[in-house]
């Protein structure tokens, strides 16, 4: 499948803000956004000029979908399936994207970003329940248990990656014990909660255009 091979910081940069694809680096004075808080390429900083609507939905969803290092049919499919859960359709969105093994690998401090959290769950590096899963979409229910798997809790990225845990920041939502390395899908979270800066609403009229 067809992935984004360049530069992750020009990811961040064209957003004007962190998407946190880079691990600890995006915490550092290292990270770009710090550096030049202006869209990449030659006429990058010209780019702030007067914006459409259009433009401004285009680019809370790209935001979205590239903090999650997803494909267009991808998020696609996962608005589809929002739209027809119960509830407000932004929210639900948000729901389906923190549920993703791969995201929650993350949040749970077994992995510094969401790439490496997609390469360690595809390389069979994790379980859920005490089984094994090697699909990085793999949608988590809540009172689900993540843990590495015995013969890989040992392995550097992870051990390096649980260290800095508590300096990245925790979400409500799932609770880890560092000891065990193991994390639990705890409850649903609520839109107050998931520290995603979109504003999901204009997700949504682009979508429904």
Do not use: W
């Not at 696609?76 to 929002?82: D, H, L, W």
């Not at 639900?92 to 790439?115: I, Q, W």
């Not at 699909?135 to 015995?150: A, T």
């Not at 990225?157 to 409500?172: D, L």
């Amino acid at each position: 499948m067809a992935r984004y091979t360049g530069a992750k910081c020009k990811q961040c940069r064209r957003e004007s803000v962190k998407l946190f694809l880079k691990g600890d680096r995006c915490f550092s004075e290292r990270c770009a956004i710090e550096k030049r808080n202006y869209p990449p390429g030659e006429h990058g900083r010209s780019r702030f000029g007067r914006r459409s609507n259009y433009r401004v939905q285009l680019r809370e969803k790209q935001k979205l979908r590239r903090m999650y290092q997803l494909l267009e049919r991808q998020f696609r499919t996962y608005f589809k399936r929002a739209e027809q859960m119960k509830g407000i359709t932004g929210d639900n969105l948000l729901k389906l994207l923190e549920s993703r093994l791969d995201n929650m690998v993350y949040r749970m401090g077994f992995a510094p970003s969401r790439a490496t959290a997609r390469q360690l769950i595809l390389h069979n590096h994790f379980e859920v329940n005490g089984k094994k899963v090697n699909i990085p979409s793999y949608q988590l229910s809540v009172g689900d248990r993540v843990s590495p798997r015995e013969k890989s809790k040992n392995l550097l990225v992870i051990e390096e990656s649980i260290k800095s845990y508590g300096s990245r920041g925790s979400v409500p939502y799932i609770s880890v014990d560092v000891n065990k390395k193991e994390g639990t899908y705890s409850e649903e979270p609520t839109r107050d909660v998931m520290p995603v800066p979109v504003e999901e609403n204009l997700i949504v009229e682009l979508y429904s255009k």
